[in-house]
C-alpha cells in the first residue's frame, strides 16, 4: 500500500506498456554482469479486473488517464527495492502465479528494482510422496533430516527456482536464480530446537554484495530460501525470514509477504474487519491481545524485525487477488495490512 494521496477512486485498467529495461553499469569493482539484450521491445499487458469507465463507449483518452494517476507511485517507487516473498496459493494457481509474474514485470519496466524470494512446500510435499517419504511438521516448521533436505535442495534450487526464472523471462524481464549459497549471500545456523528439527536453519548473517551488481543492471533476482552454514551444510529456512532480512540488509523501501489471507484482521472470525494500515506499537498490542495469532504471528514479527533494521515499509498481502502487488504499490487501497515504523 503507497502512501501517496490520490483522490480519485481506483479504476480497472487495462493498458500495454513497450519499452525494455535499460541496462544499467555495475558500480561494483568484482563482479560485472552483461547488459541485457537490448536489440527489441518487450511487449506487456497488464489488465485489472475492478469496475470499468462509467460510459458505455470508453473515451480513446481512458488508458493515458490511468497511467497518468499512476505516475505519482511511479514517482515515488523508481529505483527503489521492492523485496517480495512469494507463496501460498500464488505458487499454486497457474492465474495466480502468471499475476506476479506479469506485476514483476511491469514493476520492472517502470524503474522499480524487484527481488523474488520463494519457498515451495506444496512442490516439496509432492516429491517426498513420490519417494513415500513422510512429510512431518513441527509447530509449523517441516521435520527435515539429511534426505528430506537433500529433495527440498533439489526442487527448490533446481525446479521452482527455475520455473520462475523461465516464467519470468518469457514475460519480457530477465530474471537470474540463486539460492543462499550463491555468493554467500546468506550464511544459515541451526534453529535452538535443531534436535527436534533437524536441518531447519534461520538466518546468521546476509552478505548482498552478489545482489547489487544484478539489480544495477536491470535483473530480477529469483531466490530460494535454503543457504549453508560456515562449514558448508545445508538448512532449510523460512522464506518469510529470508525476505526479511534480504531487505533489511538492502535498505529495501518495501517487504511484501504474499499471503492466503487478506492481511491482519481486528477480529480474526471477520475478514471485514481488515486493518490497513498500523505501525509497531499497534501490531505488539494487537499479538499482545491475542487478536494476531496462529501462523500470522511470525509473519508479524518478521515485519517488525525488517522494520526495525531499516526498511521503510511492511505489508502482508492477499496474494489470491489478482494483481495484488500492483494494488499494493500502485494505488492508495493496498492489498493487504502495511506495518510501519
Not at 76 to 84: A, D, E, N, P, Q
Not at 129 to 151: S, W
Amino acid at each position: 500500500m503507497a502512501t501517496v494521496t490520490s483522490k480519485t477512486p481506483p479504476k480497472s485498467f487495462s493498458f500495454s506498456i513497450s519499452n525494455p529495461l535499460k541496462p544499467l553499469t555495475p558500480k561494483s569493482p568484482s563482479l560485472r554482469f552483461p547488459p541485457r539484450n537490448n536489440h527489441h521491445h518487450h511487449r506487456l499487458s497488464v489488465n485489472a479486473a475492478v469496475s470499468p469507465p462509467p460510459s458505455d463507449t470508453p473515451s480513446p483518452d481512458y488508458r493515458f488517464e490511468i497511467l497518468s494517476e499512476s505516475l505519482p507511485f511511479i514517482q515515488k517507487f523508481r529505483g527503489k527495492t521492492i523485496v517480495v516473498k512469494y507463496g501460498g496459493a500464488a505458487m499454486t494457481s497457474p492465474e495466480l502465479k502468471a499475476s506476479v509474474v506479469t506485476d514483476l514485470v511491469l514493476l520492472a519496466c517502470v524503474g522499480l528494482r524487484p527481488i523474488l524470494v520463494h519457498g515451495g512446500g506444496p512442490d516439496i510435499n509432492r516429491y517426498l510422496k513420490q519417494l513415500n517419504i513422510p512429510a512431518e511438521f513441527r509447530d509449523g516448521l517441516r521435520v527435515t533430516d539429511a534426505t528430506t533436505m537433500e529433495i527440498v535442495s533439489m526442487v527448490l534450487v533446481g525446479k521452482v527456482n527455475k520455473n520462475l526464472v523461465s516464467l519470468i523471462n518469457a514475460a519480457g524481464a530477465t530474471a537470474v536464480g540463486l539460492s543462499g549459497h550463491d555468493g554467500r549471500l546468506i550464511t544459515a545456523r541451526p534453529v535452538p530446537n535443531s534436535d527436534q528439527l533437524g536441518f531447519v536453519g534461520e538466518v546468521a548473517r546476509v552478505d548482498p554484495s552478489v545482489l547489487r551488481p544484478l539489480v544495477e543492471s536491470g535483473y530480477i533476482p529469483v531466490i530460494a530460501s535454503v543457504a549453508a552454514d560456515e562449514a558448508g551444510q545445508a538448512y532449510n529456512i523460512n522464506a518469510d525470514t529470508v525476505a526479511g532480512e534480504l531487505a533489511a540488509a538492502l535498505g529495501a523501501e518495501k517487504l511484501i509477504l504474499l499471503t492466503d489471507v487478506a492481511g491482519i484482521l481486528e477480529d480474526r472470525e471477520d475478514v471485514g474487519s481488515l486493518v490497513k494500515e498500523i505501525d509497531i506499537k499497534g501490531v505488539k498490542r494487537m499479538i499482545d491481545d491475542g487478536k494476531v495469532g496462529g501462523g500470522m504471528i511470525p509473519k508479524v514479527k518478521c515485519c517488525i524485525r525488517s522494520l526495525a533494521q531499516g526498511v521503510k515499509t511492511a505489508s502482508i498481502i492477499d496474494g489470491r487477488r489478482q494483481h495484488s502487488l500492483l494494488h499494493e504499490i500502485m494505488s492508495d487501497e493496498g492489498a493487504g495490512t502495511m506495518i510501519t515504523g
